[in-house]
């Protein structure tokens, strides 16, 4: 049909997936391509979305311009996602509302002018980055794109028409796109669309649009679309035939190098390299040489460096950056390193007389490149200068000029004191020292001006005639020709040499940092001082304010923060967002670029163990290309930190759940003998009991002796379930912190006398032997507790001993403490059990295994412990076990004691 676009596909679409399958799998991207606005893409998009809902697929319109009537049409008969508003500097703008399309997860979005910039407050700068993240969640994207918007070919485009486009977007956007559509319509019929204000075209002016839309312009654009559109074709060709192992002549693979310096002709150089790759198929590089002036550079060369360096990176080269003092040499060796084939370089507008006598470094890399060819981009315009020629002029401050000119003056002036007894050439020497301390302190310029400076002032104060420029001896000119050259040669080496001194020191800064951070971050045991040290070391090197969000299983929590990080919900959405796509975002990033700090994914061998926050006013020097290094090593040895820190507490974790579960077990095994012993003798005590009421109208068989003792028994066992109940109750006020002690003075020889009284029963078939000094002072302690204490090492000693054996109480005095002594003559501790008798549920090598809990010693040891003393076990000296414990003097002049 006259006047619509023709369509042609490069591809057919896959048949869509239901929405439930989109998380597993990335979402497909369609391009409508065209050569100009106004072609129809707009509407072959919607048409083509159209027809993908009539087939059942979920469709929903995330931003499209629709003008005219069946446009407006089609985009009425398919679900409309509202845009988001965005007002900033007094401006609203309406933009894609990225955050509700991936809530609501349609299966395909469709997105109009792709190349679009976003108004500042949006979350990415530009529209094909929501596009990837949409593609990134299983969205599938319809999209459209003219050929001016893409990058490799703006260049091309401008030279065309004369019209500079801004909005681009990436060659390897389109390069993943799974199908491109070129949409075509004649030049003249868009040129008749546009006198009939059928076309709308965005970002250009009036005389611009009249530049722009001009029959040959169109029809050279036409053509680069229609050859951009083929090479995908052929690309596609190429997979399908290698990938179905099909026959065909494959070339020999091509590697192109792309040499950047800080010349503004990088940029071409970068696009240049891109579209002679997509030509040749070849994988490229970007190499830039980083020479000893390199830090002496102007701030805008060094930016531009990083500019295009970041270009090359967004349009698929791999990117490398070397040193040295050659940048020929480096080439070169990286050519042969890689194998490259191919070098594009450019050639910097310069005049006839440098050109014959200082040959450039292009002239160089062509004379020693040998097999690998050379393609040279030459300047277009000569307003483009040389940054070299520029470091020539006065760029630096004057004042350092003006310090050159007080070197030589002081050299002038101690010359003429000199001059009459030292000969004019040997006063040379004078000056050369101006000229070196002038290069090391000053740089370049004003050491050359002062090489300069010396030669006149040398003639016209120095050499007869003097006050003259006349020179009486022409053998002269020789010494001013030597005082020139080699001032100049001074100059530029001390320059270069002072350089180099400074890279290093830089080098080596870095190299400091690094290794302060790792050495302190493997001496860190715990995710805490792990935490602190690299809150201390990153606002110490960013000169900010840091946060570090630790990950929770899928969620992000707010870890540890310098105290004047200004974190809010904005700030945090951003982590959330980092920590999710495990990449940058954030201020300097191009995601949520109007964000206060720089989020920064914790990269570790399990994942992204976090995120690191940075709040600086320098964050931007960290950003750039030629410090994004050193940010990695940072980031990287303190996500590698966390990660081991992590491993170790949950290792730790693991480990007391072991040793809980292994206390628990020793524990119920205790107790279920320990408890079912006394209940078994109660129980049979109380059956008997029950029996004998029974029987006792008919013989009266139990005794009122027999059931006293059976009573007794009872008794006995109740008072021995009571005392196991109440061990397992210290014990756990013991670990829980809660037991309180109530220390006053107290006297020993009160406390064992009262023990043994309570213990009257036990003790009636024992021999207890007291060896009590008299006149012993007071020890601090409470008496309930260390009552307690006692009663356990006496009982202790009498289930480990026969009946009827002895026990010995002993107390003495040993400087400011009391010690207590209890000794038997039992079966005594075997000396590998002695480190260990105090642990909970241990029982010795020697200890039947039925004879007790294995708490009572750990009662003590803590009970002891919690009024400042200590306790110990030993052998005894013939046989037998001695348990000791110690508890300090009561001092009444300072009211307490060995605290």
Known sequence: MNGDPKWLRSDQPAKQEPAEMQAGRSGRLMIFFGYAEGVGKTKAMLEAAFQRKSEGIDVVVACADARGKESEALIKGLPIWPLRRFEADGNISMELDLDGILARRPQLAVVDELAHSNAPGSRHPRRFQDAEELLAAGIDVYATVNVQNLESLSDIVSQITGVRVEDTIPDRIFDRADEIVLVDLPPGELIQRLKEGKVHHSGLEALEVEKFYRQGNLTALRELAMRRAAERIDDQMRSYMQSKAIVGPWPAGERILVSLSSHPLGERLVRAGRKLADELKAEWFVLYVETPGHLSMQPQNRARINHNLALAEKMGAKVYKVSGNSVVEEVLQFCQQYNITKIVAGRARRPRWQEIFSPSVLDEMIRKSGKVGVFVVSEDQETLEDARIRNWLPHRPLLRYLESLALVGVATWISHLIGDVIDPTNLVMIYLIAVVIAAIFLGRGPSMLASLISVVVFDFFIVNPRFSLAVADTQYLITFAGLLIVGLIISNSATLLRGQVEALQVRERHTQLLNRLSQELTGAATLDQVLEITLKNFSAVFEGEIVVFLSDGNHLRKRAATPHYNLNESET???????????????????????????????????????????????????????????????????????????????????????????????????????????????????????????????????????????????????????????????????????????????????????????????????????????????????????QVLVNLLENACKFSEPGSPISIIVRQQGDELQIRVADEGIGIAPEDLPHIFEKFYRGKFTNQAAGTGLGLSICKGIIEAQGGRIWAESGAVRGAVLSFALPIYDDLRGEAGK
Do not use: C, Y
């Not at 109007?594 to 931007?620: H, K, Y």
């Not at 940010?631 to 990660?643: H, K, P, V």
């Not at 078994?680 to 005590?685: D, K, L, N, Q, S």
């Not at 006293?708 to 021995?720: G, H, P, R, V, Y």
């Open 573 to 787: 959405a951003v982590a959330e967002w980092a920590f999710k796509n495990a990449q940058p975002a954030g201020k300097g990033t191009e995601t949520f670029p109007s964000a206060q700090s720089l989020f920064l994914p914790l990269n570790a061998s399990q994942g992204v163990a976090g995120i690191l926050g940075i709040q600086s006013q320098v964050i931007q020097e960290f950003i750039a290309h030629d410090q994004r290094t050193l940010l990695g090593g940072l980031t990287n040895l303190a996500a590698l930190a966390i990660e081991r820190a992590k491993f170790a507490q949950d290792a730790m974790q693991a480990e007391t759940l072991r040793a809980a579960e292994r206390l628990q077990s020793a524990l119920l095994n205790s107790i279920s003998h320990q408890l079912r012993t006394p209940l078994a003798a109660i129980t049979g005590v109380l059956t008997s009991l029950s029996e004998s009421e029974k029987a006792r109208s008919e013989n009266g068989k139990l005794t009122l002796k027999v059931r006293e003792e059976l009573i007794d028994s009872a008794t006995q066992q109740a008072n021995t379930l009571n005392r196991l109940v109440e061990n397992l109750l210290a014990m756990t006020r013991l670990e829980a912190g809660i037991i309180q002690v109530n220390s006053q003075a107290g006297d020993v020889q009160d406390l064992i006398g009262a023990v043994i009284n309570q213990m009257a029963e036990s003790l009636a078939n024992r021999n207890v032997i007291l060896d009590i000094p008299p006149d012993l002072p007071a020890v601090r302690m409470d008496a309930v507790l260390t009552g």
